[in-house]
């Protein structure tokens, strides 16, 4: 990673609030527990990442929003959008501290709070990490669309790089 995405990241944090600054401030390292860190910490980890996809996922309703009607493009509005979803799809693979895998199949588990991460993520990391890329790229590309015909395509190719993450690296239940 170089020196620009963490300059990118920010000036994304500085940009935003909210939920962007919620997690912002749970990936900076927890305060010192008495009892059960490490439990608690996971916990927090897994909870950030809820909340940066949550956060993911509210970008792209929006866009979705635009791309799925004939109308007129806000290219400055949509691009704001598009470049939250970049800079939080670059901080996402890096939430994945071993600890941090826990699915199990047939388990009962809380939608607020369980991780709904495959294992597959950790058996295959490198390629969850160049999808997490990849699809950060397209976001960013969207975010720099100067006509309404490139932002379509990059959106359109960033709700497939969603779906194809989720396909392969998400548990639906
Ligand atoms: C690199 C893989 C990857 C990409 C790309 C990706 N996701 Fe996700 N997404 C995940 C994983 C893994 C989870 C489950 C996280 C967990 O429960 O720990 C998830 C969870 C979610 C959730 C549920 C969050 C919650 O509240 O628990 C939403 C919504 C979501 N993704 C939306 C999106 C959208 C929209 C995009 C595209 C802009 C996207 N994701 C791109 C891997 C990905």
Redesign the pocket.
């Given at each position: 990673m170089s020196r620009s995405v963490f300059n990118r990241v920010g000036a994304f944090i500085l940009a935003s609030g909210g939920a962007a600054m919620a997690a912002a401030c749970l990936l900076s390292p927890a305060p010192a527990r008495a009892q059960d860190q490490s439990a608690a910490t996971t916990k927090d980890l897994?909870f950030a990442?809820?909340?940066v996809?949550?956060t993911?996922?509210k970008?792209?309703?929006e866009l979705e929003g635009v791309l799925e009607t004939d109308k007129k493009i806000d290219l400055p509005d949509a691009a704001e959008h598009a470049d939250a979803?970049s800079v939080l799809?670059m901080a996402?693979?890096h939430l994945f501290a071993p600890a941090?895998n826990q699915w199990k199949a047939g388990a009962a588990r809380d939608?607020g709070v369980?991780?709904?991460?495959?294992p597959d993520?950790w058996t295959n990391y490198a390629e969850?990490?160049r999808?997490?890329g990849?699809?950060s790229k397209t976001?960013f590309n969207a975010s720099r669309a100067r006509d309404e015909a490139t932002f379509r395509k990059f959106g359109a190719e960033?709700?497939a790089?969603?779906d194809?993450?989720?396909a392969?690296?998400?548990k639906q239940e």
């Open positions: 897994i990442r809820k909340i996809m949550n993911i996922g970008n792209m309703d979803i799809l996402f693979p941090s939608p369980d991780t709904f991460a495959s993520a969850f990490y999808l997490a990849a699809a976001a960033l709700r790089t969603c194809a993450c989720h392969a690296f998400m």
